[in-house]
């Protein structure tokens, strides 16, 4: 059994990091993470992010990924984290109606 948390970029446009030029040029892409279990419960992080195409031919950046200051380990440690206080976990279960 497994439950599926989504992480979604909904954005249509980022600022290039490198030489700050807007982008609205992307591409969708998934992953998928294991991130622990809560009882028998196996969960999982689905991501969907967009990588983007800076627009500027001047500019040596091709693509980028903006909001990655906080990566995806960091965000499984901090919802590791949240899990394993034992309150949190006792509503992530009525949430879900786990048993
Ligand atoms: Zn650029």
Redesign the pocket.
């Known amino acids: 059994m497994t439950i599926i948390l989504c992480v979604l970029n909904l954005n249509d446009n980022a600022v ?1 990091p ?2 700050k ?1 807007k982008s609205s040029h992307f591409k969708n892409f998934y992953g998928m993470m294991d991130i622990g279990k809560i009882k028998d419960w196996k969960l999982q992080l689905k991501i969907k992010e967009r990588l983007y195409y ?1 627009e ?1 031919s001047q ?1 040596k ?1 091709e693509n980028f990924i903006p909001n990655a200051q906080v990566d995806y380990k960091e965000k499984i440690a901090n919802f590791s984290y949240v899990v394993s206080i034992p309150e949190n976990k006792k509503r992530i279960c009525e949430f879900f109606d786990i048993n």
Do not use: E, S
């Open positions: 290039c490198v030489c030029m800076c500027n500019c950046k």
